[in-house]
């Protein structure tokens, strides 16, 4: 990253979704199409067949050009019981989680974030966080992705977790 590059504190990442707006991924007849889902989840053991059945088609480019791969330990990650309670409901979140190739590929990264020093940041360039809509519910939510970069290239970027925040983009 730049020196003189905006970058936000650790643990602003899900506030900042609150400042996403529509247009950032183009015309509303474009995000309304965007943002549907390919695949319905509304359970654990459903989300992890499409995880499984997503993860060797990596890796995935983000919209802002981001790659990253889908490895076995992220899927059991993704929808464990703790990442499942970040989401603001459970039915959001494992929708996120059966379309995560999908998302991923709309996903913007509108902001850089520190590393958060109480976590493990060993060997860790950063915690990349961006963002997808998705229709839920008859309203455009964000979907935050969380993406470890190595500081060795020589690491492929992975695609870690994810959070259904409810943002109603539409509004």
């Known amino acids: 990253m730049e020196a003189n590059e905006n970058i ?73 019981r703790t990442s499942v309670a970040a989401s603001f409901c459970p039915g959001a979140h494992y929708l996120a989680a059966a379309n995560i190739d999908r998302l991923y590929s709309i996903a913007i990264e509108p902001w850089k974030f520190e590393l958060n020093p109480n976590k493990e940041n060993a060997g860790l360039k950063a915690r990349r966080y961006l963002y997808a809509p998705m229709e839920y519910g008859g309203k455009v939510l964000v979907v935050k992705i969380t993406v470890k970069e190595y500081n060795d290239a020589d690491l492929h970027n992975k695609l870690y977790s994810i959070e259904a925040i409810d943002v109603n983009l539409g509004a």
């Open 8 to 80: 936000e504190h650790w643990d602003s990442s899900r506030e900042k979704a609150r400042e996403l707006r529509f247009e950032q991924w183009g015309e509303s007849k474009e995000v309304a199409k965007i943002s549907s889902t390919l695949r319905q989840a509304d359970s654990r053991r459903t989300a992890m067949e499409y995880l499984r059945e997503i993860a060797p088609n990596g890796p995935f480019v983000s919209r802002s050009g981001l790659s990253a791969r889908l490895v076995k330990r992220s899927i059991g990650k993704i929808v464990c």
